[in-house]
DNA sequence: ACCTGAACACCGTTCAAGT
DNA sequence: ACCTGAACACCGTTCAAGT
């Protein structure tokens, strides 16, 4: 069992806000929170584990969070964080093509749900949280919209595929993308073993989004 | 607060199975369950409600169930057993081409998860259960996968769509078929309020995916 | 065989109190 | 302002006992 720390430290001038609360204390509860659901699902995701592991009572939590589903959400916005890095890495790596774009994005999106599985089911649903309300997740949620848009419409404009309706050829590309992740996540679809086999998998399927989009008006 | 019944009759003849367990209460716990999840969460559901509802201890599941998990997996069941009497009914408003009941599927798939918010949630994932184990949710995830493949294949024999590749063509498309529903699930996407209006925009996606399987080899 | 009450080890959330 | 212990109303699961 770990050692209770039973003094933290008023922490005098940095790690506090304007509200004046500890937020040393907030950063370690979400950074205990993140710990807790890289070896626990999230049905065993508590907030007694996590302020546990953060060394403080339970009842603590609720000077920084409003309740479990407020904590889980403050941990669903680094997610997000993370998976807009990793989108600008893959970019990286590819010319500045249309078709390159798009191929990385569906990666990226798929990659990272298979590389952050607990991370996954806070943000992209499923976990049966009440997300909408918080209005930073909202936010995020149009950025990752807008993104795939903007690609797609980036084609229209350069003629790889037809015009008209970006809305539903984006939501179209978006939908196939996620439904992919999620089938991968419940184990209903095992597209193969090594990363390798993945990718090619998710290449070609990708392919085939590509492909509706080209043709029909 | 619900009139505990006392004494259960021991059901004679009728309502016993050959292990001699009361098939009678196994029914109605599965029925109590239903109940619940019609107008409570997944999050909400618990042995102890639905005990509650079908007038006995909660400790009498353990005896039909071996445990909350496997009394969600029953419901799954009926749930999937709704799900393709609902296509069904609706294969019979349509010819029998290739393309009309593909569209079919789409729709079905996407109107049961509507329809069904809570059924959907513990038939087609995100609700954290472990469904793997259970040998009869995994024939008929299967069942579904085939009736789609076979659509599919029907198409390809009949030279609609390119030929090869059925597998990843069939994945691809319930991916983006599944991945609908989830995103309308997860109020990430609002196609529209009324039925007419999401019918025309599934409908609209679902050539998306015709139009990528036509095309490429 | 079938069902029960009591108990155990957990939960999230609230309250009153300490510094 | 920040944190605590105690309490409340829930959980799933197990045990020993009743018929």
New binding site residues.
């Given amino acids: 069992m770990p050692a209770?720390?039973?003094l933290?430290k008023?922490s005098g001038g940095a790690g506090?806000s304007k509200?004046?609360?500890?937020l040393d204390?907030r950063e370690d509860l979400i950074l205990a929170g993140e710990k807790l659901l890289q070896s626990n699902s999230l049905e065993?995701?508590?907030?007694?584990?996590v302020?546990a592991i953060a060394?403080?009572?339970?009842?603590?939590t609720?000077?920084?969070f409003e309740?479990?589903?407020s904590l889980l959400a403050a941990i669903a916005e680094r997610g997000f964080q993370k998976y807009f890095s990793d989108f600008e890495e893959e970019v990286q790596n590819t010319t500045g093509d249309f078709y390159d774009r798009f191929i990385s994005l569906g990666w990226t999106y798929i990659n990272f749900h298979i590389e952050n599985r607990q991370y996954a089911r806070i943000m992209f649903g499923g976990g049966g949280l009440e997300l909408s309300s918080q209005k930073e997740l909202r936010a995020v949620s149009r950025k990752t919209y807008k993104q795939l848009r903007e690609i797609i419409s980036t084609g229209q404009r350069e003629g790889k595929i037809s015009s008209g309706n970006s809305r539903e050829k984006t939501l179209a590309a978006w939908a196939m993308i996620h439904g992919i992740a999620m089938l991968i996540l419940e184990k209903r679809l095992n597209p193969g073993k090594s990363k390798s086999e993945i990718r090619k998998f998710v290449h070609s399927v990708t392919e085939y989004a590509y492909a509706g989009m080209r043709g029909s008006g």
């Fill in positions: 209770k720390k039973k933290r008023p506090r509200k004046g609360e500890n204390l065993e995701f508590s907030l007694r584990k302020a060394g403080v009572s339970h009842v603590a609720y000077h920084y309740n479990k589903n």
